[in-house]
């Protein structure tokens, strides 16, 4: 374990730093990690990403799922800084200790961390497989990140949703083992019922009854790029905020957040202005179609968001005044290190342009107090005491 503070780092003017914590990062596994932690039957039917000649491909139990890579962006600058790019990822992307000097040179102090090749696990369909794949990415990720610098790191646990008990008795072996936060994706594997069905049920208990943090990244929802033609970078990168938004509304409106009222759910990477804007539409769906409303809610749905769930941006210009106008106080910061849309490179300038002239009490509650809120024992960055 690390004394993992920044204090050490010498001539660095912490004065001149915004520190924050991230609700959103990856670590980017071994190639080979699931031949390292399983035995060779299971893991030559886990996950396999192969990049090569501009394409990756992504091999799951037989199948073959192939996608373009980004292109390379040459002497590409973001308003005099590099911009970190797929093919010049920092050390620390994959490496603990290289992350935290990362970190520490950006201001980011606590750090939410979701698995890369462990988000395509979703696509799994045996399920034995990821039953036990889960649990080995699980044991292996608490091992190598989050224990590593316990006060700064805090990793999400994969569920295997294929079978329910499953996921609940993973949910209660995470507990136990260390973990804060579970990761869902925005939609449950193909075939199952969405996140509003009562299948569901003795997940969300279980959930709640262990005190984690329900985490949901977006863009799992399974296909990467519906849309060709003109637009369609921005297109498909915009297509993968709704999933979030989808599954928030099936929890609300399906009563789970009402049935569980300290389950606290955090949509990751997906924006912050989209939760005040989605509960009055919810509530006028329920209001204005209240003959066809099914459950009945204990109160109105924009009341359960502003109440458990939290959102995480990158470099939305309308996340203070969400905040400020709209009164939603759920929303932090996510660096989203080491992905190209984060803001590895130019965190420091990012954190300056939309705090330097926001009310202290606003910039604190955005960059710390609502990550703090989930994980209280991260505790305040150094640079902020």
Not at 156 to 180: I, S
Not at 292 to 310: A, G, T
């Amino acid at each position: 374990m690390l004394d993992a503070g920044p204090a050490a780092q010498k001539g660095n003017s912490m004065e001149k730093k915004i520190w924050a914590n991230s609700g959103d990062s990856h670590f980017l596994e071994p190639e080979n990690l699931f031949q390292q932690i399983l035995p060779p039957a299971l893991a030559e039917r886990m996950p396999r990403s192969v990049k090569e000649d501009g394409w990756e491909t992504v091999y799951i139990d037989g199948e073959t799922i192939r996608r373009p890579l980004p292109k390379p962006i040459r002497d590409g600058e973001f308003a005099g800084e590099t911009i970190a790019t797929l093919s010049s990822r920092p050390p620390g992307a994959g490496n603990t200790v290289e992350r935290l000097k990362d970190l520490d040179q950006e201001g980011i102090w606590g750090e939410l961390t979701f698995p890369s090749l462990g988000m395509w696990a979703n696509q799994i369909k045996d399920p034995l497989l990821i039953r036990e794949g889960a649990k080995a990415l699980n044991d292996w990720a608490l091992s190598e990140i989050q224990h590593v610098a316990p006060n700064r790191l805090v990793v999400t646990a994969t569920l295997p949703l294929l079978r329910v008990e499953d996921a609940v008795a993973e949910v209660h072996r995470a507990a136990a083992a260390g973990f804060y936060a579970v990761f869902l994706p925005t939609v449950p594997p193909q075939g199952l019922p969405s996140y509003n069905n009562d299948v569901w049920e003795p997940l969300w208990q279980a959930i709640e009854e262990t005190g984690l943090i329900l985490t949901i990244h977006i863009g799992t929802d399974g296909e990467t790029a519906p849309f060709r033609g003109p637009g369609g970078a921005v297109l498909n990168y915009v297509e993968t905020t709704y999933g979030g938004q989808r599954a928030v509304t099936q929890l609300i409106t399906g009563g789970a957040l009402d049935r569980h009222p300290t389950m606290k759910v955090l949509v990751s990477e997906g924006g912050a202005a989209w939760a005040p804007f989605l509960g009055d539409r919810m509530n006028e769906g329920y209001r204005q179609h209240s003959m066809f409303v099914r459950p009945v809610l204990s109160m109105l749905p924009k009341e359960f968001i502003y109440r458990q769930v939290y959102v995480s941006f990158q470099h939305d210009e309308t996340a203070v005044q969400t905040v400020v106008g709209m009164g939603y106080q759920n929303v932090m910061f996510g660096s989203d290190y080491p992905h190209l849309e984060g803001t590895y490179g130019h965190t420091q300038k990012t954190l300056h342009e939309l705090f330097d002239d926001v009310d202290p009490a606003v910039r604190h509650r955005i960059t710390v107090g609502a990550f703090a809120e989930l994980f209280p024992h991260i505790g305040e960055p150094p640079g902020n005491l």
